[in-house]
């Protein structure tokens, strides 16, 4: 059965997005209570800092800070025991770790001689969940892949590791057994000016039942949530990975954390194999373990002045995805070879397995290569053929279990009907339920109505018989993911939720005041690796983000060579550009929104463009994809739902119906032609000039789906 999610307007969580300076610690959250308040002077008040929200809090500890009337004099109790360690700063507060927390409800408070405040803190296992609901069963263990001591299911908890390593002066990592060595090659990093050793503590361990990592500079105190570590220079950056799949497994990696371009400048790096959607492709689940991890990690280290998400593809959709629907845990995203979210994408994957599957088939033999590239509509026919290989099976019961940690003993089949699931459904389980009929999760797809080959034939480049053999022979899925003769009918309820829960991402929620930089690697043309990642995908962020805000002026999109400098050099840009942006938002004073400053606070330089070389960066508008100096380098295609009429925008799972009108056509089909559309459409076609079915549910922050 669904859990039905409860809404949170969490004011405490979005007052995050505001970036706040790091020699203030954190913004004051308007989450603590005060007693004997006095009119005129400071009020006592305390705050958590690991996690904005002190109703989600995990781990049995948090990070809190005391405020007002000379905080130096407070005392600070948890469920009435003394606290103590509290270190005084500026300005007279002070902070501290409160540790021992006890599961479910516990009392902080702060007691001067005049006032008292009190903070209710609910604090979760720290295997999990927090908010995301119900936890997959089977899940299997693989704590082993990161050189953790062997777990047991369902939670997959191993004791934390410390390990060290150093960046040597040929330019790679290297283990180091003692941190207070020196190495001969021992290369240095620069943080804030200033050269350190570049040392690097990693640490391993897990956190909702996923592999965390944590690398950050090693000064050689280790480190101090009350005392920033001297080479950290504040600033955090979490990763994300590529890929979809339909999880039961714990995942062998990470979105990496020892990468030389963030540990150089002094950024700490985190993320977790739950962050990975090609071993668990949930982005709520996403976002609850990046917000488990950060809460962590500021535990451990102190408090953070920002976090910017990196990470391309399905690390693109985790950015996206969590700064909408969770805003707060990403402050600014750096997303590469993007796409807006998994199930939009998903309509290439399973379109793309049947137009293969018609092309292969006498009706389809009649189509040339440039007709099929034409109906699909990337630049080459190729990138279907890839969606249908890398993705097809997402659809399917079990195909998408295969390289998993899962046994194959232990899959779905027809002699196994209770075995494991994985396809895309099955991480959406807590969200869209499961019909108890076919025992399958239900799913949003949906093809009734959908003119696949319009656009081509309107433009002359298909003939009608054509357009009427692909439409009447290209068939859908059954809910195990088969092929079968009629089209893919949507469940109903599995629609509102894709829309209400915002996983058809509406880029209206948090989006709307996070900065954006969306590098677009080239990766259109034919014999490119994994070229689903189209730059049509970009334009459509853009689409969406203006429909929903009216205006895109906090994304920037920009275009570069897929070569190693063009990537690396666009890479570097970036996140100097990113850097300035966020430091320039927490800077601005000013009464303006945050939607404003967002916008108002955009480095001077920094818009669209593309570069023309691996070194040679322009800027142009990139509203237009079609017209300006970059889109001749970089020509930008669509995909088969564009290609049936879609506009760019690309949010409707389910079509709106209208009467099927051969007066609609710009051409003339036979009687028998005719026949066969009305067979093939007996519903009608897709009027996308309505919203889709399930569209008009309006999308919700922060939704929990239960923490059991």
Sequence with gaps: MRTRPNLRRLAVVAAACAVAAATALLTSIPAASAANRHPGGPQLAITTVSNPDPRLVSGG??????????????????????????????????????????????????????????????????????????????????????????????????PTVVSYEYYTTSGAFAPLADPSSRPANLATATVAGRKVPYIIRVETGTIDRAVYQ???????????????????????????????????????????VL??????????????????????????????????????????????????????????????????QYPGILNGLIPEISFPD????????????????????????????????????????????????YFGDLVTASGACAGTAIPQAAWWSAAN????????????????????????VRSPLDSVGVQY?????????????????????????????????????????????????????SMGLGLRTTPIIDQRVDMDAAGQVWDVHTTQWSFVERARLLAANGTAANQVIIESLDTTDGTANAQAYELSA??????????????????????ADKPAGLGDGC??????????????????????????????????????VENVLKCALKPLNFADYPVTFTPAEQAQLRQAFPAGVCDYAKPGAGQRQQPSTWLDYGDR
Aim: charged share 15%; with cysteine; glycine share 12%.
């Design 61 to 158: 500890e948090v990070l809190v800070l005391v405020t007002g009337a000379g905080a130096s004099r407070v005392q600070v109790t948890e469920n009435g025991h003394a606290v103590s360690g509290f270190v005084p700063q500026p300005g007279g507060s002070l902070l501290g770790l409160v540790t021992g927390l006890r599961q479910g409800s516990n009392r902080i408070a702060a007691t001067s001689r005049a006032q008292r405040a009190e903070l209710t803190v609910i604090d979760h296992p720290i295997s999990g969940p927090v908010f995301s609901g119900s936890q997959q069963t089977p899940f299997y263990c693989q704590t082993t892949a990161f050189g953790l001591a062997p777990s047991s299911p369902p939670l997959c908890a191993a």
């Design 342 to 389: 998994a199930f939009t994408t998903l309509d290439d994957a399973s379109d793309c397995r049947l137009l293969d599957q018609f092309f292969n088939t006498p009706a389809g033999a009649s189509f040339s290569a440039a007709q099929r590239q034409e109906v699909a509509g990337f630049p080459s026919y190729e990138s279907c053929q890839d969606w249908d290989t």
């Design 259 to 324: 990468n030389g371009l963030f540990l150089s400048q002094g950024y700490a790096v985190a993320s977790s194999t739950l962050n990975v959607l090609g071993q668990q492709c949930n982005t709520i689940l996403s976002a609850e373990a990046a917000m488990m991890v950060k809460e962590h990690f500021i535990d451990t280290y102190g408090a953070v002045g920002f976090t910017i998400g990196w990470g391309e593809s399905g690390g693109a959709i985790s950015q996206y995805e969590i700064a909408d």
């Design 611 to 648: 570069y023309l070389s691996a070194t040679d960066r322009i800027e142009a508008t990139l509203t237009d994809p079609a017209t300006g100096p970059c889109a001749a380098l970089y020509p930008v295609g669509s995909d088969p739902r564009q290609q049936a009429g879609e506009p760019m």
């Design 214 to 256: 944590i690398a950050a500079l090693y000064d050689g105190s280790g480190p101090s949530p009350l005392h920033q570590d001297t080479s950290w220079n504040g600033k955090l950056i979490y990763t994300f990975g590529g890929g979809c799949e339909g999880g039961h497994a714990q995942g062998s990696t990470t979105g990496g």
């Design 578 to 599: 990113m850097n300035q942006w966020l430091t320039n938002i927490q800077a601005d004073g000013s009464g303006r929104s945050q939607q404003a400053k967002v916008i």
């Design 417 to 440: 009907p209770d075995g494991v699931k994985c396809s895309i459904m099955e991480s959406y389980a807590n969200q869209f339920g499961r019909n108890p009929a076919t025992g399958f």
């Design 453 to 505: 080959g319009l656009v081509p034939l309107e433009r002359g480049q298909i003939s009608p018989a054509q357009f009427v053999a692909l439409n009447a022979g290209i068939g859908g899925y059954n809910a195990a993911g088969s092929p079968v003769t009629q089209r893919t009918v949507a469940d109903p309820h599995a629609l509102q939720a894709a829309y209400r829960d915002d996983i058809i991402n």
